[in-house]
């Protein structure tokens, strides 16, 4: 006989005879017992598995997102590093075409320098005071000039205009402006420290070079006609045609700004000092002051008589300034009173 393959079957069935027995309670019951411990049992399998199945899942999801946002961040650093490796490379790029414009316009410049120096070599400039050399905006610089001294050129090129400006030792300011290039030429009458400054315009470059020059006034000094000795010797001769007898100044050839003391005295004579350059583009500035400081008189021209009858006895400071270094005559003579009145004299 086969025992039933359901667990709730309370018979069982003979298959050679075909007559059925009744089960007994307690066989049932423990074929339901073995029954509901097997379906546990595979029940709580599928309950591992599903679990298992899900914790997997849930695993496969974490390394998902993990590894989404590993790649994100992987790729945004090669982004970041990209973009800044671009960034350099442009602003490398950026940086040598800005200094090969700079090297073109720097060559550009020295270029234009380059004719006018030569010419200045040519002209016995060979002393170089300062080499060339390119600065942004403003070249400035001091140097020590000696009155009557050898003159000094700053050749000065840049694409736009030009100031240039020096400042001698008194504080007196000379100019000079120009579009693209300036030769400027200086030639002391004031010894010490003269301020130099050249500028254009903001960010622009500006190409310099500073060369020492013999005066060209220097030929002067033994030419009558250059170091106005012939000027004076005119003067002097319609003093002596006027009446003037004595001669209180040789006539001489000097060069640079002269202070000179006339001893004067009241009475009827009085002084008239001649000052005579060759050029009229030496403009000479004269100043005569009594003992006790005062201006007496003044005067300013390339060829002058300063007539003076002394108010008080004693030392008159005489004062001439030229506006170069070119050479020119000074000489003096007494007068009647007469005549020095009707050449100015008060």
Same mark, same amino acid.
């Given at each position: 006989?086969?025992?039933?393959?359901h667990?709730?079957?309370?018979?069982a069935?003979?298959?050679?005879c075909?007559?059925?027995?009744?089960l007994?309670?307690?066989?049932?019951?423990?074929?339901?017992?073995?029954q509901?411990?097997?379906?546990?049992?595979?029940?709580?399998?599928?309950?591992?598995?599903?679990?298992?199945r !899900?914790?997997?899942?849930?695993?496969? +999801?974490?390394?998902?997102?993990?590894? *989404?946002? #590993? &790649?994100?961040?992987? $790729?945004?650093?090669?982004?970041?590093?990209?973009l800044?490796?671009?960034?350099?490379?442009r602003?490398?790029?950026?940086?040598?075409?800005?200094?090969?414009?700079?090297?073109?316009?720097?060559?550009?410049?020295?270029?234009?320098?380059?004719?006018v120096?030569?010419?200045?070599?040519e002209?016995?400039?060979?002393?170089?005071?300062?080499?060339?050399?390119?600065?942004?905006?403003?070249?400035?610089?001091?140097?020590?000039?000696?009155?009557?001294?050898?003159?000094?050129?700053?050749?000065? !090129?840049?694409?736009?205009?030009?100031? +240039?400006?020096l400042v001698?030792?008194? *504080?007196? #300011? &000379?100019?000079?402006? $120009?579009?693209?290039?300036?030769?400027?030429?200086?030639?002391?009458?004031?010894?010490?420290?003269?301020?130099f400054?050249?500028?254009?315009?903001?960010?622009?470059?500006?190409?310099?070079?500073?060369?020492?020059?013999?005066p060209a006034?220097?030929?002067?000094?033994?030419?009558?006609?250059?170091?106005?000795?012939?000027?004076?010797q005119?003067?002097?001769?319609?003093?002596?045609?006027?009446?003037?007898?004595?001669?209180?100044?040789?006539?001489?050839?000097?060069?640079?700004e002269?202070?000179?003391?006339?001893?004067?005295?009241?009475?009827?004579?009085?002084?008239?000092l001649?000052?005579?350059?060759?050029?009229d583009?030496?403009?000479?500035?004269?100043?005569?002051k009594?003992?006790?400081?005062?201006?007496?008189?003044?005067?300013?021209?390339s060829?002058?008589?300063?007539?003076a009858?002394?108010?008080?006895?004693?030392?008159?400071?005489?004062?001439?300034?030229?506006?170069?270094?070119?050479?020119?005559?000074?000489?003096?003579?007494?007068?009647?009173?007469?005549?020095?009145?009707?050449?100015?004299?008060?």
């Open positions: 006989m086969q025992p039933p393959a667990p709730d079957a309370v018979f069935s003979c298959t050679h075909q007559f059925t027995v009744p007994s309670v307690e066989w049932v019951e423990s074929r339901q017992l073995q509901a411990a097997i379906d546990r049992r595979h029940h709580e399998g599928q309950e591992r598995t599903a679990e298992a !899900a914790k997997r899942k849930q695993q496969l +999801v974490v390394l998902f997102v993990m590894g *989404g946002a #590993v &790649v994100f961040t992987l $790729g945004l650093i090669a982004v970041i590093v990209g800044e490796m671009w960034k350099n490379h602003r490398d790029e950026e940086q040598s075409a800005k200094a090969a414009a700079d090297e073109r316009v720097r060559a550009s410049l020295v270029s234009q320098l380059e004719p120096l030569s010419r200045l070599r002209q016995g400039c060979t002393r170089e005071v300062s080499p060339v050399d390119t600065v942004r905006q403003q070249a400035s610089t001091e140097l020590s000039m000696s009155a009557g001294g050898n003159c000094w050129h700053a050749v000065v !090129a840049a694409q736009a205009r030009i100031d +240039v400006r001698a030792p008194s *504080g007196k #300011v &000379v100019e000079k402006q $120009g579009e693209g290039s300036v030769d400027f030429e200086h030639c002391p009458t004031e010894t010490g420290k003269h301020r400054s050249a500028t254009t315009e903001p960010g622009g470059m500006l190409a310099s070079a500073m060369a020492d020059c013999a006034f220097e030929k002067h000094r033994d030419d009558p006609a250059k170091n106005g000795l012939t000027r004076a005119v003067r002097l001769k319609s003093l002596s045609d006027a009446g003037c007898r004595r001669v209180i100044l040789p006539p001489r050839a000097v060069t640079g002269q202070t000179l003391t006339a001893t004067m005295h009241t009475g009827p004579f009085c002084s008239v001649v000052v005579s350059a060759g050029s583009d030496t403009i000479l500035e004269t100043t005569l009594s003992p006790m400081g005062e201006l007496v008189a003044s005067k300013r021209s060829d002058m008589e300063l007539a009858c002394a108010k008080v006895t004693g030392d008159h400071a005489v004062t001439v300034t030229p506006t170069n270094g070119d050479y020119f005559t000074l000489a003096g003579m007494e007068c009647p009173r007469a005549v020095a009145r009707k050449r100015g004299a008060k």
